[in-house]
């Protein structure tokens, strides 16, 4: 049987797949660290609007962490995979850590988690900065998860120049009780990053970035690099102190960075294994064995998803992250907090099932295919 898929010629013929990919779920990863960065589910039932607090179905979101984690995946929490700034307030973002970390807790699983400024609606001074972040670097701690300091817009807009960096992120390592994970989040994820680090210029702010590390290695567990920029993220992690990790934040290039080269290589913390979860445990298992052309084989052909998703405006890749969700049966609907669902076209959510298809990213082909002909059917598409 065929579905007929809008595109940029029209509508096209398409014969979905009907057997499922058979993958393990077993067994932990020992060659890399790797994160998935989660999504949200969003409560359908609930009579919200788009600039209100987010309604989460905390019983869904709770159970596609339990997922990742059967896969082996350690859960990178409350980022911006989670829509932190683009639905998710603090308060929510709060709860969810609180949530998350007492079901890690409970099942095993690894999680580290988001610390940023978002509590912040106004303009700030630096010490309101240090300040913010310091309310939500005590809370993932006394959650018991690893802290992942984000990218902050409140730094981006007060700070004057590197020194101020230097100073803000010095006094929070200083008082990290446990090494945290720097992240740098390009301005293709969030506009108001740019020029973090105290410069447009990204060599300069690269110099600057090392210099944080280098001042208080002991406190860093490792990097998030998200700038989709291969070559300056392998520089990059050439010049890490002994013991700092890189992990990638590469949706466009994270096959070749995880698999490294005769320097070293990446480990992970990616939005894109939210839907790639038990494809990509499989393929670093590979890996695991030193099989990096098996690793390869398995991991290449979802670059093409990845970088379909995370295509300009690259910051509402969360919209096909979850609707892949729904069509794979981890949740009962495609709506998101602050109505995100609107963010990408037809033609670009059907491409994406035609890719997720074709990898065998679902579960149950004929439920996908059945999700897919309803939303078509919403938009007017005829059978």
Not at 154 to 173: K, N, P, Q, R, S
Not at 237 to 254: I, Q
């Amino acid at each position: 049987m065929t579905i007929r898929l809008p595109g940029p010629d029209g509508l096209r013929t398409y014969e979905p797949r009907t057997e499922p990919r058979a993958l393990a779920a077993t067994g932990p990863l020992t060659s890399r660290t790797v994160f998935s960065a989660a999504h949200v589910v969003a409560d359908p039932y609930a009579d919200t609007t788009p600039d209100g607090p987010a309604a989460v179905d905390w019983d869904a979101t709770l159970a596609f962490r339990r997922h990742l984690w059967s896969h082996g995946l350690g859960v990178a929490e409350a980022m911006d995979t989670a829509q932190r700034g683009m639905g998710l307030d603090w308060a929510g973002a709060a709860e969810l850590i609180r949530r998350s970390s007492a079901e890690a807790k409970a099942v095993g699983g690894r999680i580290a988690c988001g610390v940023g400024t978002d509590q912040l609606t106004g303009p700030a001074d630096l010490a309101t900065v240090r300040a913010a972040y310091e309310e939500q670097l005590s809370l993932v701690e006394e959650s018991g998860s690893q802290a992942i300091l984000m990218a902050s817009r409140a730094l981006a807009a007060t700070a004057t120049g590197a020194e101020d960096y230097l100073d803000v992120y010095g006094h929070l390592l200083r008082q990290a009780s446990e090494p945290v994970v720097l992240h740098w989040l390009g301005p293709m994820f969030d506009p108001a990053l740019d020029g973090y680090w105290g410069s447009a210029d990204l060599d300069t702010a690269t110099e600057t970035f090392l210099d944080v590390i280098a001042a208080h290695p002991d406190k860093v567990d490792g990097i998030k690099v998200s700038l989709l920029d291969a070559g300056r993220e392998v520089a990059l992690r050439r010049r890490l102190p002994a013991g700092v990790r890189c992990y990638t934040g590469d949706d466009f290039h994270y096959p070749e960075l995880i698999a490294g080269d005769e320097q070293g290589f990446s480990h992970a913390l990616l939005g894109i294994f939210d839907p790639l979860g038990p494809l990509a445990a499989e393929a670093v298992r590979t890996l695991d064995t030193g099989d990096t052309a098996g690793f390869r084989a398995l991991l290449d052909p979802t670059v093409e998803l990845s970088r379909h998703l995370f295509q300009a405006p690259t910051r509402f890749y969360k919209t096909g992250v979850v609707f892949l969700a729904w069509l794979a049966g981890h949740q009962d609907h495609f709506t998101m907090v602050g109505g995100l669902q609107s963010a990408r076209s037809l033609p670009h959510l059907a491409r994406a099932y035609e890719l997720a298809d074709g990898l065998g990213l679902f579960p149950d082909p004929a439920l996908a295919e059945s999700r897919m002909r309803s939303l078509l059917t919403v938009h007017g598409v005829p059978r």
